[in-house]
């Protein structure tokens, strides 16, 4: 039982880490052949690939300036309770009890970077206009948003590929 709550931690470690390396990545990272994960100079280009404005620009750098404050506060105290987490495994006699509610706290703040991570996609693509979703779509390797018509993004409205409605325009 040990050895597998120690594997859990372990993985949940490294999840926090891509995470945290996927949320330095312009639109978190992405997909595609020319997407920032796969290609970190690809943020230098989607400025000029967007043919983004001096405002969207801004307002995008604004967006991500907060959400790396709030992510940094809550990746610190992940990174905190986990380091607890652990020591609670490696007690002679583990507290299951404590366990169990230091791994509730850890999932609490995964949720908390989760939600901000979401926020910070819906709040950058309200930035851009129906064009430069459906070219970061292409950019990305996918239809309209990140994981194309029916994916996290989404579409804001239009007729999916296959003839349907995209997801926020009500067909789903």
Sequence with gaps: MTRKLVLVGLVALMVVGV???AAAAPW???????GAAANPAAGATIVQDLNLTDEQVSKIQEIQASAYEKLREIR??????MYELRSLYWQKNPDQQAIAAKQSEVNALRQQMYAVTQEVR???NSVLTE???AKLGQIRGFGCGRHGWGGFGGCRGGAAPSGGLSPTAGGL
């Design 28 to 34: 978190g990272g992405g997909f595609g052949r020319r």
């Design 76 to 81: 610190d105290a992940l990174f905190q309770k």
């Design 131 to 133: 064009e430069q979703l």
């Design 19 to 21: 995470v945290g390396v």
């Design 122 to 124: 819906e709040q950058m």
